[in-house]
């Protein structure tokens, strides 16, 4: 069983920045999980939910063409937690973000989207941006 715990999302005006953390307990058992990919998700209102970025045990990342450039991903093992750095915000990116993980390397870049890839899942934390 892997837990994860969303924090960090708020109301931005647009160009501004947030930092999302997700606290994982895949990083604290290591023996259990020796390679595991972990990403961050969205969900804004009436759309499907859509992949935004992946980072793996490896840290081997992949993000959305929609926020390659503006975001990025990372991991500190020693704090197991997982973060998502977002700049550059824009009012389309409004909506609830959940982190995501699963046991073994990441099997699809997280442009695909597959929400099936991802066992477990965090409950989610709203980020609005005000144009």
């Known amino acids: 069983q892997i837990q994860l715990a969303e924090a960090g999302g708020g109301s931005v005006r647009s160009g501004g920045s947030l930092r999302l953390s997700c606290a994982a307990s895949v990083y604290r058992q290591p023996t259990r999980y020796p390679t595991y990919c972990v990403a961050w998700f969205r969900q804004a209102p009436g759309k499907e939910r859509e992949g935004v970025a992946s980072i793996d045990s490896d840290d081997q990342t992949t993000y959305s063409d929609s926020v390659k450039g503006r975001f990025t991903v990372s991991q500190d093992k020693a704090a197991s937690t997982l973060y998502l750095q977002m700049n550059n915000l824009s009012p389309e990116d409004t909506a609830k973000y959940y982190c995501?993980?699963?046991?073994?390397?990441?099997?699809?870049?997280?442009?695909?989207?597959?929400?099936?890839?991802?066992?477990?899942w965090g409950q989610g934390t709203q980020v609005t941006v005000s144009s």
């Open positions: 995501a993980a699963d046991p073994g390397h990441c099997v699809d870049p997280i442009q695909e989207g597959r929400t099936d890839d991802y066992g477990y």
